[in-house]
């Protein structure tokens, strides 16, 4: 499989890059339990010229579970203000029996 992704914005810069950005991502299945992950960036205004990496993902053997982005998840603010409350409450408990 082939992700070619362009038009990036100047909102967030990865290495100096800018809105120039070019990432190529190839993922190749090369036996029954490997898949080759290899990418390409490229970005004129960043670099002399474009440069790649790969990172092998190996069969874990296990369940896998989908990853999301947390960055606007209502759950997780209301996860961590439980957490924190459990927290000041667990101080304040502390405190009391001293």
Not at 2 to 12: A, I, P, Q
Not at 23 to 40: N, V
Request: one cysteine or more.
């Amino acid at each position: 499989m082939v992700v070619d992704n362009t038009n990036f914005n100047n909102l967030e810069s990865f290495r100096g890059s800018d809105e120039n950005l070019h990432l190529i991502e190839r993922l190749t299945r090369i036996d029954a339990d490997t898949i080759i992950y290899r990418c390409t960036i490229g970005d004129p205004t960043a670099f002399t010229k474009p440069w790649s990496g790969e990172i092998p993902f190996l069969e874990s053997g296990g369940l896998l579970y989908g990853y999301a982005c947390h960055e606007g998840n209502e759950g997780m603010k209301g996860i961590l203000s439980a957490a924190r409350a459990d927290e000041k409450r667990a101080a304040a408990a502390s405190v009391a029996h001293q």
